[in-house]
Nanobody
Framework: QVQLVESGGGLVQAGDSLRLSCAASGRTFGDYVMGWFRQAPGKEREFVAAITWIFGNKYYGGSVKGRFTISRDNAKDTGYLEMNSLEPEDTALYYC??????????????????WGQGTQVTVSS
C-alpha cells in the first residue's frame, strides 16, 4: 500500500507561482508513475502532469504545458509540481496519484491506484 500526502497549496494572485509537493510512503519500490490531477467545482477531474519514477519521463496536460513543471526527488520519495504564471482558471483541488508501471493510460485518473487527500489552489484575478 502506498500513502500520498500533498502540501503546498494556497491562495495566490494571478501571475504568481506555487510549488506543490507529494510525499510517498509505504511500498514505494519498483517503477511507478506519479501524476497530478485537479478538479474544480462542477467540473471533471483533469490530468495535469505525470512523471515516471525511475527514468523521469514527463507528461503534461495541454492547459498547463509551458507553465507547470513536474519533477521528483527519488531519495526523498517526493514529487513536485512547480506552477508558474498561475491563472484564475488554475483554481482547483489538486490531487497527487500513483500507480505501478505498466499503467494503462498516464492521462486517465482511472489508471491510478493510490490518491492523496488533495491540496487547494486558489488563484485570484
Amino acid at each position: 500500500q502506498v500513502q500520498l500526502v500533498e502540501s503546498g497549496g494556497g491562495l495566490v494572485q494571478a501571475g504568481d507561482s506555487l510549488r506543490l509537493s507529494c510525499a510517498a510512503s509505504g511500498r514505494t519500490f519498483g517503477d511507478y508513475v506519479m501524476g497530478w490531477f485537479r478538479q474544480a467545482p462542477g467540473k471533471e477531474r483533469e490530468f495535469v502532469a505525470a512523471i515516471t519514477w525511475i527514468f523521469g519521463n514527463k507528461y503534461y496536460g495541454g492547459s498547463v504545458k509551458g507553465r507547470f513543471t513536474i519533477s521528483r526527488d527519488n531519495a526523498k520519495d517526493t514529487g513536485y509540481l512547480e506552477m508558474n504564471s498561475l491563472e484564475p482558471e488554475d483554481t482547483a483541488l489538486y490531487y497527487c496519484a500513483a500507480a505501478p508501471v505498466p499503467i494503462a493510460s498516464t492521462f486517465s485518473s482511472s489508471s491510478y491506484h493510490y490518491w492523496g487527500q488533495g491540496t487547494q489552489v486558489t488563484v485570484s484575478s
